[in-house]
């Protein structure tokens, strides 16, 4: 009867997108992307790139513009909105890999997206003013929010479904009507305040009239005589040259990268074509940058980015004449031969141990360290970044060095990779479709064997008494500001910042070449994110790995009998498994510290002597002992020093405007509340409240913006701030944390939220004018 019940109900949904179809074929006639392309009977007086982007940017691009946008409707171009939505999830945990659908990629047309199931949110009917309207998603969305606006409630009921990995609702608009019916409330922009007038009727209008757009102008002559020096140097024949560009490429390929100067500011792809320098490029499309080009010759070239820039995906990386000047010193002037180029094969390409073995490793590391942040940011604003279960792999916040690259105890490093290429594979050479358990105990037995090479070949150079010391942290070179940096976990978000930002963190890093280039290939180059569920979870397992090698770096620098101790607290609760994992390396390295510690807080005292030692190069721009106003910088480190339970109630992030007395013109100042939550330990994949440890939450404050996705804006004047510290002082639960939101909190319900928003948004390009993207608002809380 159930079964029975069900069929009936799945008929009848059926039979009436059916009809709806039939009903809308007789009045506007047959649907078809081609249709877009006749002469719309409205003339157009709407302007797409000076009226209509502006808003879709700020009010629907914030939430539609992504691998994450919801229905996959990417509204970051006008690409996006013809291309339309797919009800299929991105993120979805599947069997088997699915078909990518990367925007301007994967697919060029609107009749090739049809092929790929994308169904128009524009009309593709008669090109009249009405069909316009009542036959395209688009509209339908902002008419039925313009009808239905939210109710009058500082939260949302609970029929609007706001987690992040919510059932998907996708309409067709032959299924529109029994949509709009079951979830009246749910018009674009969903979860957020309706449109202003003038915003609502420019949209309207410019849907009425076929949504009509044109190609922008060309870029200006001396943005392409730029791109033309760049296409010259990394396309030069000789093999070496021919190398040192595919490494480039395989690094770079997701660099938003920029002439730091020339303006406006225009962001380039590096990208792989068929065709060579001064033809339009014939684009090579593949999973991932290292996988078959299957072209006789591949050209690397510079291609602008069509889309708006997205704090969560923006990497800004600068092009110059330094940075190419730098390239011929590490890439060309080394004295090595190429005599043949490495092969696509999978077991070769994915190891870049072995497809670049030629090129020194010193010079493959330099490389990588001279933009460290930026190689780090990759699996954080990559495809990997989305989602907690991929996140759980690394601490709330922690600190990362990197070892000294002129360090002489480490002279004989280059032989010592050689030796270790078969061992330094990763799981990711098996591609997109993965077993989990055969290809996770193939790989977890390589890094044993790698490990415990690595724990002799430490042993036989750090063996003089005075070899281990804090020459083997990088310093920068005395001004390079990517020697610290500060990663912080938001859950199922990160972020990472030049400098030692926050209280002494719990863990920290020491990175190694081999370490930093096997995390970019195995969470950025190697991670598709159109993989099956075998491949995603055998690339966050194998990163257990790294991140406990880095730790354990870290760790050689303490006294030796304090090492296990401090391993075992970081892995409270773990398994015998894990527990057996930290005892074994532990014993393999058992050299002593030439590091003098004189409390019996050691750890602390490192910390100290890193600040030290790196000083010249720490950024501050983040610390609030950096801030001129005494009153302001008090209450905030009042803020910062709370700990435990009334942090727990806090969200992830928090952004914190602070403004002056009315008369005052000055603006206000903006900080970032970061929630770290305190942890047993991370290595396990689920169940990570049980592992919740709020008595250890701690709070940072930073100066200025930190973070891609804001849970909340707090708003508050200078002469309340007071207020605001001890009500966050005395949060003990869950009412007491929505008074905190109704006094001091702009709430996605608050009639003014789209005024704040333009506010943050804007005061971000100020202060950040290159790194600045839009802001992300599906993680906005509703509390």
Known sequence: MRWTYLLSIILLLSGCTMLSRIQMDKQYGNAAPQ???????????????????????????????????????KMSAYEGIDRGANKEDIYDTRILATIPSRLFVDARTPPQW???????????????????????????????????PLPKTKQLPDSFDLSLDRKQQCPTVEEFNSFSRKHPLWGMPYGLPSLKDREFSTL???????????EPPALASTFQARIDKWEAFLNSGTLKQQLMSRYLYEHLFLASLYFSDLSPRTVFRLVRSKSPPGAPIDLIATRRPYDDPKANQVYYRL????????????MPYALNTARMLRYQELFLAPDYEVHKLPSYDPDVAANPFVTFKNIPADSRYRFLIDEARFTIMGFIKGPVCRGQVALSVIDEQFWVMFVNPDSGVLDNREEFLARELNNLSLPTERESNTRLLSTWRKYSRLQNKYLKAKMKYMEENLAQPDAINLDLIWDGDGWNKNAALTVFRHFD??????????DNPKTAWVIDYPMLERIHYLLVAGFDVFGNVGHQLNSRLYMDFLRMEGEFNFLTLLPRNMREEEWDYWYRGTNRNVRNYIHNRSNDFDQQTNITYKTDDPKSELYKMLHQRLATILYKRYTIDGEDDIDIKQHLEKLSRLQGNPVSWLPHIAFLSVSNQDQDSRPPKIYTLVHNMGQSNVSQLFHQDQRRLPSEDTLTITRGF??????????VTKEALSDFVTAAANLANEEDYQTLVSR??????????????DYLQTAYKNLSPIEAGLFDYNRLENR
């Not at 291609?303 to 923006?314: E, F, M």
């Not at 990160?494 to 400098?499: K, L, N, R, S």
Request: glycine share 6%; net charge positive; charged share 20%.
């Open 35 to 73: 249709n877009r392309l006749m002469e719309a009977s409205v003339p157009a007086t709407i302007d797409y790139w000076h009226d209509v982007k502006p808003i879709l940017e700020s009010r629907c691009v914030v939430c539609h513009g992504c691998y994450d946008a919801p229905c996959q409707l």
């Open 114 to 148: 049809r092929e790929r199931g994308f169904y128009p949110v524009l009309n593709e009917r008669s090109q009249t003013s009405e069909a316009n309207i009542n036959a395209g998603v688009m509209a339908k969305m902002l008419l039925m929010k313009r009808q239905h």
């Open 204 to 214: 309207i209008d410019w849907l009425k009239q076929g949504a009509p757009y044109y």
């Open 303 to 314: 291609q602008a980015l069509r889309t708006t820039i997205l704090d969560k995906t923006h």
């Open 493 to 502: 978000s990160a972020t990472v910042v030049q400098g030692f930002v926050g």
């Open 706 to 715: 930190i973070g891609s996705y804001p849970n909340v804006f707090y708003r």
């Open 744 to 757: 001091f909190g702009v709430r996605r319900t608050d009639p003014d939220f789209w005024a704040h928003s």
